[in-house]
């Protein structure tokens, strides 16, 4: 908890005068030659909620100064939707409507909800209602990838990283409305749930199973695979090649979660857990003559991108412990080790946070990530193991706040 409160801290650093969150440096000063990214300002307002719940100072002004940018900021008034990314001067610099970061959305307005934020419910009904309109797909039961500042054209590529996060905020969503209690909001509660696993049966129980629990993570409009999917941009920060090993991890969890919130069922949910758990396991960690995790690899679990993202750590700390919430399995040896290595490693002692990349020998490296703009990730993988397994983190956090009032 300790570390938690020192993540928050440094989280809030990343404040802007001008609305919202900024990019971070390793140091944790805000780096201005970076725009003001839609995906970080929605992470860092999630965060403030936890850190409000927490009791950290300073949270629950940043938690309100965060709803505020993304109800007026980033907020397209003529179009809908979120702006990806917003300049210095308050105009948008780049005006693309993408899931992955409306996501995003959809989970800070359901924190910033639970955590009672003036404007939370306005951007969370907004949020809701423009990934039903534009981004839910009916027919293939996912969601798609990205359209223009007007919602006019859409582009053929379909991703898994997308409908991941889209799981994740659905569930948290679903959860905080349930909350309320408000007349209603069982109906929603219900649909919101029901198109996460919708997702997650196209993901998990279809495209994992039938690639050996290797995750294919590109598609064509008509969710086809393309496995060779940027092989001459390996290290895309978003869409590498390969399998991807941090997401198998974080789909273990989410699909646990699913099974949790669905009373049990479907009962396939356990067993593809502990198969995607066991696959990145056996893939990702030390395979390469040191400790960490592989970025990605090839089909046959060739290491690709060899270089150690601190997300990628995070996420495994997370899974791990679903599996022991689950009754899957003693993970406690894995989460031992993890946190062993976070502790040696990944953990800045002199600036805060963690790091975000380490090369193969586990130094620090910035080839794909430069500076420490996100603690999202690493935030949770601190709550995780204090927190059930649903609901998500902020209602639960909420929960135990109110049964300790009592």
Request: glycine content about 8%; some cysteine; charged content about 20%.
């Amino acid at each position: 908890m300790d570390h938690a409160h020192q993540l928050v801290e440094f989280a809030l650093r990343s404040e802007c005068a001008e609305g919202g969150f900024g990019w971070l440096t390793d140091d944790g000063e805000i780096d201005r030659s970076q725009g003001r990214a839609l995906w970080i300002n929605c992470r860092m307002t999630h965060c403030a909620a936890i850190g409000s719940f927490l009791g950290t100072p300073g949270a629950r002004s940043a938690l309100d100064h965060g709803v505020a940018a993304l109800n007026e900021l980033f907020h397209d008034q003529r179009y809908g939707g979120w702006y990806a990314q917003v300049g210095w001067d308050g105009e948008p610099t780049d005006t693309t409507k993408a899931a992955y970061p409306h996501a995003f959305v959809i989970l800070a307005a359901s924190s910033a909800l639970v955590a009672g934020a003036d404007g939370a419910r306005e951007l969370l009904d907004n949020a809701l209602e423009v990934s039903s309109t534009h981004f839910w797909d009916e027919e293939t039961g996912t969601v798609v990838e990205e359209w223009d500042r007007t919602f006019t054209y859409l582009d053929p590529y379909r991703g898994v990283n997308a409908n991941m996060h889209t799981v994740e905020a659905y569930l948290a969503a679903a959860d905080a409305l349930a909350l309320t209690k408000d007349p209603g909001a069982e109906a929603q509660v219900e649909l919101l749930r029901g198109r996460a696993y919708s997702i997650l049966d196209r993901v998990v129980n279809r495209e994992a199973r039938a690639n050996n629990w290797r995750i294919p993570e590109h598609f064509n409009a008509d969710w086809v695979p393309d496995l060779e999917y940027n092989r001459d941009r390996v290290d895309d920060q978003f869409r590498p090649y390969g399998s991807t090993i941090g997401h198998s991890f974080e789909w273990a969890r989410l699909a646990l979660q699913v099974h949790t919130i669905l009373g049990g069922a479907p009962s396939w949910i356990p067993d593809a857990a502990l198969d995607l758990y066991a696959r990145a396991k056996s893939d990702g960690w030390a395979v390469d003559g040191y400790p960490g995790f592989v970025y990605t690899t090839d089909w046959d679990g060739t290491p690709v991108v060899r270089e150690r993202m601190h997300w990628v750590l995070a996420e495994a700390i997370g899974a791990a412990d679903a599996m022991s919430k689950a009754g899957l399995g003693d993970t406690s040896d894995d989460v031992r080790m993890w946190w062993e290595f976070t502790e040696k490693y990944v953990i800045d002692h002199e600036f805060g946070s963690w790091h975000h990349q380490l090369d193969p020998t586990n130094q620090v490296s910035s080839t794909v990530w430069a500076g420490k703009p996100d603690v999202y990730h690493a935030l949770q993988a601190t709550l995780f193991a204090d927190l059930p397994l649903t609901p998500a983190i902020v209602p639960a956090l909420a929960q135990r706040h109110t049964h300790a009032q009592r």
